[in-house]
């Protein structure tokens, strides 16, 4: 919900806060702030190459098992679906997504942490992994958080300045130290002393502090509702670091200061109102002050929603069904979602996997209905689609049916020799990889790229303290102390590790940057997510990989251009066919990768030398009639090698998409 000034008010009165460590308890956490905390606060993700998701999965992990190791027993709980009083919000947010995901480079993708679309299912993963408990509400989470919170008599940890005013210990997740926690045993963090601040504004009661709350504005009470009232309440001088909102917050709070009893203050304020208003008025503001008491009986918290039907209600709340799933039931129309870079020109990435869509559609809606559904078209998203659905009852069908079900969907033939030649696991990303391959036809070195980032993970990064850096690799080698055993496991890493960082000139430049590579990569993704989603309401027929066992942005577009920039007759043919691998791990690399390339429509061809770039030369400059010099239009002239071998330009989107 949020108090819209609140938080930045309160941030610069830090003696509200005080430090404090905790341990043994358990904690209610807004599962939505953290999980963007995270993901903003770990770094090298390169989200302008699709995310390194490798590297969020150490970084959530490392966080709650400090959390554990502390005896800190975390809840997490998730927004659900939109109510119509956020659709404004939610609206703004999308394009602000779209913008980012269009424009973002490798120069500013630091500006967009979160932009990355398997992060959330990743990071649920792990609190499965971990066995934290989880529950995604029907709608907004933070009344749900701080009931339960008030039922459990512990603390929340959000960042939500709605928290400042419910009656629950009040604990800022931004304040939480993780790397002290570690060697303290403790958990140390900032927690909001909601008495101090009463007591030092002269508040009479915590009713008070609801009150004011309710007179700032929120989801109850709208600003227009309570423009009249700052015609009668004098607001402070401005100060240096003070908005208008924060002026207008302390003249509440100095208002109120003056008031001993709640009911006396809300008659006065409704005085300022015509008498026909202020019934209405009155019980927005009782309502907003109960809830931020949790003083209503009538409530249940943690309740599974009633839109859905009653087998997909646990998948719900479990975090197993996306929050847009009630969207779909009470609004009748789903927006898709830009949450991973995409080149502005081609149609969204979430297309490709529109048919797996579709399934989920006719699984979750109880009945026949017309769905919107939405996604992006260039700069803008607008509905793509009416879709009739065609309801499925899941209940009804049997595991083969199931099978069958998900393959159809993934055009994929169910009685194929591919699933009896790989593992479950392996077999399950050969369909996501066999749907993306069939419309975009890509470079048989993507696909190659994957399954060696996907052994490297496997079979290497563990024998090596999961790192990838060359100067750490090297001097382990160059280290009598380094175990003979771990060796060829080194020795491999080093020889890929390149291809794991981003190049220093891509730092701060975009020149570059592949834009449409990007995109090709990034489909993947989005037919994953929606395998994923479809496997789970079909109770997995299928076995599926983590995504940080298979993908890594930065990994798929180095090792790519690698290739294309220098021609596969120059690169070490050991890159490629998988002889640098360790042994345990190196026959079977060799099979897989054989099957992936024989039954994938992939382009075969190799890449020869990489086209020389467009070079730009300038006429002469002419002088116009008054003298002044002008300068030509430029001519654009190309140079290309003059070999027979062909070659990928990556300056063109076709070359990547592997069309002649």
Same mark, same amino acid.
């Given at each position: 919900?949020? @108090?819209?000034?609140?938080?930045?008010?309160?941030?610069?009165?830090?003696?509200?806060?005080?430090?404090?460590?905790?341990?043994?308890?358990?904690?209610?956490?807004?599962?939505?702030?953290?999980?963007?905390?995270?993901?903003?606060?770990?770094?090298?993700?390169?989200?302008?190459?699709?995310?390194?998701?490798?590297?969020?999965?150490?970084?959530?992990?490392?966080?709650?098992?400090?959390?554990?190791?502390?005896?800190?027993?975390?809840?997490?709980?998730?927004?659900?679906?939109?109510?119509?009083?956020?659709?404004? !919000?939610?609206?703004?947010?999308?394009?602000?997504?779209?913008?980012?995901?269009?424009?973002?480079?490798?120069?500013?993708?630091?500006?967009?942490?979160?932009?990355?679309?398997?992060?959330?299912?990743?990071?649920?993963?792990?609190?499965?992994?971990?066995?934290?408990?989880?529950? &995604?509400?029907?709608?907004?989470?933070?009344?749900?958080?701080?009931?339960?919170?008030?039922?459990?008599?512990?603390?929340?940890?959000?960042?939500?300045?709605?928290?400042?005013?419910?009656?629950?210990?009040?604990?800022?997740?931004?304040?939480?130290?993780?790397?002290?926690?570690?060697?303290?045993?403790?958990?140390?963090?900032?927690?909001?002393?909601?008495?101090?601040?009463?007591?030092?504004?002269?508040?009479?009661?915590?009713? $008070?502090? /609801? $009150?004011?709350?309710?007179?700032?504005?929120?989801?109850?009470?709208?600003?227009?509702?309570?423009?009249?009232?700052?015609?009668?309440?004098?607001?402070?001088?401005?100060?240096?670091?003070?908005?208008?909102?924060?002026?207008?917050?302390?003249?509440?709070?100095?208002?109120?200061?003056?008031?001993?009893?709640?009911?006396?203050?809300?008659?006065?304020?409704?005085?300022?109102?015509?008498?026909?208003?202020?019934? #209405?008025?009155?019980?927005?503001?009782?309502?907003?002050?109960?809830?931020?008491?949790?003083?209503?009986?009538?409530?249940?918290?943690?309740?599974?929603?009633?839109?859905? &039907?009653?087998?997909?209600?646990?998948?719900?709340?479990?975090?197993?069904?996306?929050?847009?799933?009630?969207?779909?039931?009470?609004?009748?129309?789903?927006?898709?979602?830009?949450?991973?870079?995409?080149?502005?020109?081609?149609?969204?990435?979430?297309?490709?996997?529109?048919?797996?869509?579709?399934? &989920?559609?006719?699984?979750?809606?109880?009945?026949?209905?017309?769905?919107?559904?939405?996604?992006?078209?260039?700069?803008?998203?607008?509905?793509?689609?009416?879709?009739?659905?065609?309801? @499925?009852?899941?209940?009804?069908?049997?595991?083969? #049916?199931?099978?069958?079900?998900?393959?159809?969907?993934?055009?994929?033939?169910?009685?194929?020799?591919?699933?009896?030649?790989?593992?479950?696991?392996?077999?399950?990303?050969?369909?996501?990889?066999?749907?993306?391959?069939?419309?975009?036809?890509?470079?048989?070195?993507?696909?190659?790229?994957?399954?060696?980032?996907?052994?490297?993970?496997?079979?290497?990064?563990?024998?090596?303290?999961?790192?990838?850096?060359?100067?750490?690799?090297?001097?382990?080698?160059?280290?009598?102390?380094?175990?003979?055993?771990?060796?060829?496991?080194?020795?491999?890493?080093?020889?890929?590790? &390149?291809?794991?960082?981003?190049?220093?000139?891509?730092?701060?430049?975009?020149?570059?940057?592949?834009?449409?590579?990007?995109?090709?990569?990034?489909?993947?993704?989005?037919?994953?997510?929606?395998?994923?989603?479809?496997?789970?309401?079909?109770?997995?027929?299928?076995?599926?990989?983590?995504?940080?066992?298979?993908?890594?942005?930065?990994?798929?577009?180095?090792?790519?251009?690698?290739?294309?920039?220098?021609?596969?007759? /120059?690169?070490?043919?050991?890159?490629?066919?998988?002889?640098?691998?360790?042994?345990?791990?190196?026959?079977?690399?060799?099979?897989? #990768?054989?099957?992936?390339?024989?039954?994938?429509?992939?382009?075969?061809?190799?890449?020869?030398?990489?086209?020389?770039?467009?070079?730009?030369?300038?006429?002469?400059?002419?002088?116009?009639?008054?003298?002044?010099?002008?300068?030509?239009?430029?001519?654009?002239?190309? !140079?290309?090698?003059?070999?027979?071998?062909?070659?990928?330009?990556?300056?063109?989107?076709?070359?990547?998409?592997?069309?002649?």
């Amino acid at each position: 919900m949020g @108090i819209r000034g609140l938080s930045t008010y309160f941030s610069d009165h830090g003696s509200h806060f005080e430090n404090v460590e905790i341990s043994d308890t358990e904690v209610i956490v807004d599962g939505n702030n953290l999980y963007f905390l995270l993901t903003a606060s770990c770094k090298g993700l390169n989200n302008a190459f699709g995310g390194d998701y490798y590297k969020l999965y150490k970084c959530f992990v490392e966080y709650f098992t400090t959390m554990k190791n502390c005896g800190i027993s975390p809840y997490l709980v998730f927004d659900g679906g939109h109510e119509e009083i956020k659709m404004k !919000t939610a609206r703004k947010r999308r394009l602000e997504s779209i913008r980012k995901a269009v424009t973002l480079g490798p120069s500013s993708q630091h500006k967009a942490p979160g932009l990355n679309s398997m992060g959330k299912l990743l990071f649920l993963d792990v609190l499965e992994e971990l066995n934290i408990k989880v529950f &995604q509400t029907e709608f907004e989470a933070d009344r749900e958080i701080a009931w339960l919170a008030m039922q459990k008599n512990c603390p929340v940890m959000s960042n939500d300045s709605d928290f400042f005013i419910f009656s629950v210990d009040y604990i800022k997740l931004d304040s939480i130290d993780i790397e002290g926690s570690k060697s303290c045993g403790k958990l140390i963090c900032s927690q909001f002393n909601r008495q101090k601040f009463i007591q030092r504004h002269n508040l009479h009661s915590v009713e $008070l502090l /609801h $009150l004011m709350a309710s007179l700032i504005g929120n989801d109850y009470i709208s600003m227009s509702d309570l423009e009249t009232i700052f015609t009668s309440i004098k607001l402070p001088p401005p100060r240096k670091n003070w908005t208008e909102r924060h002026r207008r917050i302390q003249s509440i709070i100095n208002w109120l200061s003056k008031e001993k009893d709640t009911n006396v203050a809300i008659d006065r304020i409704l005085g300022c109102y015509p008498m026909t208003a202020r019934p #209405k008025l009155k019980q927005k503001i009782l309502d907003s002050m109960s809830m931020y008491a949790g003083h209503d009986p009538s409530h249940q918290v943690l309740v599974e929603p009633a839109c859905l &039907q009653p087998h997909l209600r646990d998948l719900y709340t479990k975090c197993r069904l996306t929050a847009r799933s009630v969207d779909v039931v009470t609004r009748r129309e789903v927006y898709l979602g830009c949450t991973q870079v995409e080149e502005r020109n081609l149609e969204s990435v979430e297309i490709q996997g529109l048919t797996l869509f579709k399934t &989920q559609l006719s699984i979750i809606c109880p009945e026949k209905m017309s769905i919107a559904i939405q996604c992006r078209i260039k700069r803008w998203y607008s509905v793509i689609e009416y879709y009739e659905v065609d309801p @499925i009852n899941v209940l009804e069908l049997d595991k083969e #049916k199931r099978l069958e079900l998900i393959h159809r969907s993934l055009h994929a033939p169910l009685e194929s020799k591919v699933r009896e030649k790989l593992e479950p696991e392996t077999y399950g990303l050969f369909l996501v990889m066999n749907l993306w391959c069939e419309n975009n036809h890509p470079s048989q070195y993507l696909v190659i790229a994957l399954l060696i980032f996907r052994f490297l993970i496997l079979y290497v990064e563990p024998h090596v303290a999961q790192t990838n850096s060359i100067k750490k690799l090297q001097a382990a080698l160059n280290s009598k102390a380094t175990p003979s055993r771990k060796i060829p496991y080194m020795q491999c890493m080093l020889a890929y590790a &390149q291809f794991f960082h981003l190049d220093d000139s891509m730092r701060t430049s975009d020149k570059n940057y592949d834009r449409s590579l990007v995109h090709v990569c990034n489909i993947i993704q989005a037919i994953y997510k929606r395998t994923r989603q479809l496997n789970t309401l079909l109770a997995n027929p299928i076995t599926l990989p983590s995504v940080n066992h298979f993908f890594c942005g930065v990994f798929l577009y180095n090792f790519y251009t690698h290739i294309s920039s220098k021609g596969v007759q /120059h690169v070490d043919p050991n890159l490629l066919d998988g002889s640098l691998l360790p042994s345990e791990c190196r026959d079977e690399f060799v099979r897989v #990768k054989a099957v992936f390339l024989e039954h994938l429509s992939v382009d075969r061809s190799d890449l020869g030398l990489g086209a020389t770039r467009k070079k730009r030369t300038r006429k002469p400059r002419k002088k116009d009639e008054g003298g002044k010099a002008v300068l030509a239009v430029d001519e654009v002239k190309t !140079t290309s090698d003059d070999s027979d071998s062909s070659f990928c330009d990556l300056d063109n989107r076709f070359s990547v998409l592997g069309i002649s």
